[in-house]
């Protein structure tokens, strides 16, 4: 267990827009930052950072909270390996207490898998460098390809021996559970038998955005024919290979900082550019590039550079893949190497000046690309140029942004020497072949809707105290430490005995106000989070006359912390619509803090007084012989219609 005081120092060290800025590529506004939500797909920036204070919000699936909530979020890390991720990045030294029996038993499924898969990639690096196997075998074909020591350090490859269980029995041997060698793959499990699934192959482990060892990809250096010469990890409950890129944890800063993305189809093709300076490089591990990938690179950069073999034969199939990064709205560029070489072999020809200034001035636009490949194709035949024209066309429909589309047309229209109306007629038509499939589906959707909403009439009543006491704890944190000008209202009768209220005029903490407010009537929230913050707040303005908002923030309570953030960044909502660029400006809180605090309090107490009413009244029903339960109802109508007066209100 992490001790208090190394929470402290990691919380006092960690920069939140350090951190996030690893995974989502943030762009400043105003004081803040805000980027594209790495929680869902959207194409409008939804996700807000704070640097002031160290909080963050994404708008578009409600998640917040503090640098370590998000580590939660995003890598689904524990909160104590959340600690300890920060603690590796800021170098800072943490101080443990002993986990009990009980604390090391209820580590989940999941945790433990990563625990396993961390262990199998430092044992097939250390079986790479130190066993003789290894060296003799592992080693040499790595060395053989060119590669330093330090970047097979950098990458932590290994290898596995070419026996069936040299891998498992180590592992068990070391009490790691078998259980959780099958569901990562590492072990293959059949009846009473266990082998090593990457058995007499290199080892090439593929991480997280965050570094997280998630599976592996294995190359078999045998010529047995009945083999795979790659083989990855299993899908399971930490892998998935549609939804990771091979190499994101080392590029992800310099894919922000250059603000683009060399896309790759092979490991080695990833660390030999590494190895020759080009750092902005990830690959698709051997498979079809899905839309999870790319939103995995979007989150970085808008920017892709697609780089091909130079084999003409592979072009037209790796191609499709650039629809698919078209449809994300992305910017793609193309390009291909000399003399049939890929990323790899081409590296290694040329020095890392000349492969730097060749990735820079050789991408091509993807138009120009794709109709010098294809025209190259279809060669004088008509019909074929035909085709290929409706295939470039297709390609420019599902762009999203319909200025880029009527510039790719324009500039196609050049380049094939057709009429604009001929193209724009054909886009128009594959814009509306792609609606009505998507209408299709929205279609079956809305009648799946309907179905649900026949049998669900009825929306869910606000519940009108939480709503209160939401506001109360926002009112708290923004504004609980500054003073302010109350007015109270007195109760006196005129010179006809009519009751009226006069008021008068004080200044008060605004915590010491509500918390004095909320006492008098001695209030309890029903909401047991918001009780709890509430006590936090309080019991922190009692000892030192002053809330700190930043404890409540960072506090270890998930729970707490997150809906603090939560609360914390409602206000800093409208700056994502540029509202003030727009000659729209939002008139601050804090001109009316007295009357926020007045409304509700007094509100608050409104609705509890309507409740208590509507008990005894339902309690008078029953049993209309008890007087005292007319006069209570009495006392608080009269209780009620002076609230409403307070606040403005016809009863």
């Known amino acids: 267990m992490i001790t208090q005081s190394s929470i402290d120092q990691i919380f006092e060290t960690a920069r939140v827009e350090e951190v996030i800025g690893e995974f989502v590529q943030l762009k400043k506004s105003g004081s803040n930052f805000k980027g594209l939500s790495p929680f869902s797909?959207?194409?409008?920036?939804?996700?807000?950072?704070?640097?002031?204070?160290?909080?963050?919000?994404?708008?578009?699936?409600?998640?917040?909270?503090?640098?370590?909530?998000?580590?939660?979020?995003?890598?689904?890390?524990?909160?104590?390996?959340?600690?300890?991720?920060?603690?590796?990045?800021?170098?800072?030294?943490?101080?443990?207490?002993?986990?009990?029996?009980?604390?090391?038993?209820?580590?989940?499924?999941?945790?433990?898998?990563?625990?396993?898969?961390?262990?199998?990639?430092?044992?097939?690096?250390?079986?790479?460098?130190?066993?003789?196997?290894?060296?003799?075998?592992?080693?040499?074909?790595?060395?053989?390809?060119?590669?330093?020591?330090?970047?097979?350090?950098?990458?932590?490859?290994?290898?596995?021996?070419?026996q069936w269980e040299a891998f498992t029995k180590t592992a068990l041997s070391k009490q790691y559970d078998l259980k959780y060698l099958e569901k990562t793959g590492l072990t293959i499990v059949k009846e009473t038998k266990q082998f090593d699934r990457f058995k007499g192959r290199v080892i090439f482990p593929i991480h997280s955005m965050s570094g997280r060892v998630l599976g592996f990809g294995g190359r078999i250096l045998n010529t047995n024919a009945k083999a795979a010469k790659y083989l990855n990890s299993p899908t399971s409950e930490i892998y998935d290979k549609s939804k990771i890129l091979y190499g994101i944890y080392y590029a992800k800063q310099t894919i922000a900082k250059e603000n683009n993305c060399y896309l790759v189809e092979g490991y080695t093709d990833v660390i030999t550019l590494h190895q020759s300076g080009i750092l902005n490089v990830v690959a698709s591990s051997g498979t079809a590039l899905t839309p999870m990938q790319i939103r995995l690179i979007k989150r970085l950069t808008p920017n892709i550079t697609v780089l091909f073999d130079g084999d003409a034969a592979g072009l037209r199939a790796s191609m499709r893949g650039i629809d698919l990064i078209l449809e994300q709205g992305m910017n793609v560029k193309v390009l291909t190497f000399p003399d049939g070489d890929d990323p790899d072999s081409f590296a290694k020809k040329v020095s890392s000046e000349e492969l730097a200034t060749y990735l820079k001035e050789k991408p091509k636009d993807f138009i120009k690309f794709k109709i010098s490949v294809l025209l190259e194709e279809a060669q004088e035949d008509p019909v074929?140029?035909?085709?290929?024209?409706?295939?470039?066309?297709?390609?420019?429909?599902?762009?999203?942004?319909?200025?880029?589309?009527?510039?790719y047309v324009k500039e196609c229209a050049n380049l094939m020497d057709v009429s604009e109306e001929v193209l724009f007629s054909n886009l128009a038509q594959q814009i509306a072949r792609g609606n009505q499939d998507k209408g299709r589906k929205t279609q079956q959707q809305t009648q799946q809707f309907e179905v649900v909403k026949t049998q669900q009439q009825t929306l869910p009543k606000i519940n009108q105290l939480e709503k209160y006491e939401r506001e109360i704890i926002k009112i708290l944190l923004l504004y609980g430490n500054k003073k302010a000008n109350f007015i109270d209202w007195i109760e006196e009768k005129d010179s006809y005995g009519k009751l009226k209220l006069t008021k008068e005029t004080y200044e008060n903490n605004v915590a010491q106000e509500i918390y004095l407010n909320l006492q008098e009537d001695e209030i309890a929230f029903t909401n047991p989070l918001f009780q709890k913050i509430y006590n936090?707040?309080?019991?922190?303005?009692?000892?030192?006359?002053?809330?700190?908002?930043?404890?409540?923030?960072?506090?270890?309570?998930?729970?707490?912390?997150?809906?603090?953030?939560?609360?914390?960044?409602?206000?800093?909502?409208?700056t994502l619509s540029d509202w003030e660029r727009k000659n729209i400006f939002v008139k601050p809180k804090e001109t009316h803090i007295p009357k926020l605090v007045t409304d509700v309090v007094l509100n608050l107490r409104r609705v509890l007084i309507v409740q208590k009413i509507n008990e005894i009244t339902a309690a008078f029903k029953e049993n209309q012989q008890e007087k005292e339960k007319l006069e209570e109802i009495m006392n608080y109508t009269k209780l009620r219609k002076l609230l409403f007066e307070k606040l403005h209100r016809v009863v």
Do not use: C
Request: glycine fraction near 4%; avoid cysteine.
């Open 41 to 162: 797909e959207e194409k409008t920036p939804s996700f807000m950072v704070s640097p002031v204070k160290q909080i963050w919000k994404d708008f578009s699936s409600g998640k917040g909270g503090n640098v370590v909530s998000f580590l939660m979020e995003q890598e689904h890390y524990t909160y104590p390996e959340a600690l300890r991720w920060l603690a590796n990045k800021y170098n800072i030294q943490i101080e443990e207490t002993q986990l009990d029996d009980q604390q090391k038993h209820a580590m989940d499924e999941r945790e433990s898998m990563y625990v396993v898969s961390e262990y199998a990639s430092k044992y097939f690096h250390d079986i790479l460098l130190n066993n003789e196997q290894g060296k003799a075998i592992g080693l040499s074909y790595f060395k053989e390809r060119g590669y330093r020591e330090d970047t097979i350090k950098k990458f932590q490859l290994g290898y596995a021996l070419d």
């Open 536 to 574: 936090t707040i309080i019991q922190q303005f009692n000892q030192k006359q002053e809330i700190d908002v930043q404890q409540l923030s960072q506090h270890e309570d998930t729970s707490l912390s997150s809906i603090t953030s939560d609360i914390l960044m409602e206000e800093e909502k409208y």
């Open 384 to 407: 074929k140029k035909a085709d290929l024209v409706r295939d470039i066309i297709h390609s420019i429909s599902v762009i999203p942004d319909r200025i880029q589309r009527e510039i």
